[in-house]
Nanobody, 127 residues
Framework: QLQASGGGLVQAGGSLRLSCAAS???????????VGWFRQAPGKEREFVAA???????KYTEFVEGRFTVSRDNAKKTVYLQMDRLKSEDTAVYYC????????????????????WGQGTLVTVSS
């Protein structure tokens, strides 16, 4: 199970840090997961935001590259999404998701690749 938290209301240009905490799995199992962040704005489809491989490799959509940073702490079974220089278009419900992955597999960006999903956390950026 995944639990996303950290959403809220922030002014444009501000920062938020989202957390995605896993439960009911060991730290060793969690360390084998790739974890991704997706978001869904009102009236739009869910889209990929960022992901971190079990190796630590990261991938970002071009719309957040340079502003968002994804990281993980396997001991805490938690993945973080640091969001800086937020824009109004970042407003959305943010979801974290995970899937087991082998070391040699590439980071995946399709939502169908992820098997475990948390509930969303709402991020609202006011302009």
């Amino acid at each position: 199970q995944l639990q996303a938290s950290g959403g809220g209301l922030v002014q444009a240009g501000g920062s938020l840090r989202l957390s995605c905490a896993a439960s009911a799995v060991s730290g060793g199992t969690f360390s084998r997961y790739a974890v991704g962040w997706f978001r869904q704005a009102p009236g739009k489809e869910r889209e990929f935001v960022a992901a971190i491989h079990r190796s630590g490799t990261t991938k970002y959509t071009e719309f957040v590259e340079g502003r968002f940073t994804v990281s993980r702490d396997n001991a805490k079974k938690t993945v973080y999404l640091q969001m800086d220089r937020l824009k109004s278009e970042d407003t959305a419900v943010y979801y974290c998701a995970a899937h087991d992955i082998i070391l040699t597999a590439p980071v995946r960006t399709g939502s169908r690749e992820y098997h475990f999903w948390g509930q969303g956390t709402l991020v609202t950026v006011s302009s």
